[in-house]
């Protein structure tokens, strides 16, 4: 993953095909994501520390370091727990929570997926921006992916 690659769907009808911002409604499941290099259009999913967890928040709920990185209130996280390495695939939506089904680990999008329950740390937040409407990578993750070594 690198700055600068497009951020494309993982699954569904839409896979391989770039997420725009105006996609994401405030509110919803995270929409899982790999990065794609825009000249190649290689999309990066062979490794899972590649799998991103998109959602747009309302921008003010947001803390201020979380917002630094997101765009508009569209914030991206590792996918990966960091429990034991599980896809963090569900989400409670009365909270406003992402949630792995392995575990049950349970982290807050609005405060830097800070981990709430079973996980040792947060979901690493990846910077992003748009282009042209397209979700695009700005930096790296903040923080390793995965549970700790």
Same mark, same amino acid.
């Given at each position: 993953m690198a700055p600068g690659d497009l951020i494309v769907y993982a699954q569904g009808d839409r896979a391989g095909q770039p997420v725009n911002a105006s996609d994401l409604e405030p509110g919803q @499941?995270?929409?899982?994501?790999?990065?794609?290099?825009?000249?190649? @259009?290689?999309v990066k999913g062979e490794e899972p520390a590649n799998?991103?967890?998109l959602l747009r928040l309302e921008a003010a709920s947001?803390?201020?370091?979380?917002?630094?990185h997101a765009a508009g209130g569209v914030v991206a996280y590792s996918g990966v727990c960091t429990?034991? /390495?599980?896809?963090v695939s569900n989400w409670i939506a009365d909270k406003q929570l992402l949630f792995c089904p392995c575990h049950g680990a349970q982290y807050d999008p609005r405060d830097r997926a800070k981990a709430l329950v079973v996980a040792?740390?947060?979901?690493?937040?990846?910077?992003? @921006?748009?282009?042209?409407?397209?979700l695009v990578v700005a930096g790296?993750?903040?923080?390793?992916? /995965?549970?700790?070594?």
């Open positions: @499941r995270q929409v899982i994501a790999y990065p794609m290099n825009p000249q190649t @259009r290689v799998t991103l967890l947001l803390t201020a370091e979380t917002a630094r429990h034991l /390495g599980c896809i040792p740390k947060p979901l690493p937040q990846l910077p992003i @921006r748009v282009e042209d409407g397209v790296e993750f903040q923080g390793p992916v /995965g549970p700790p070594t």
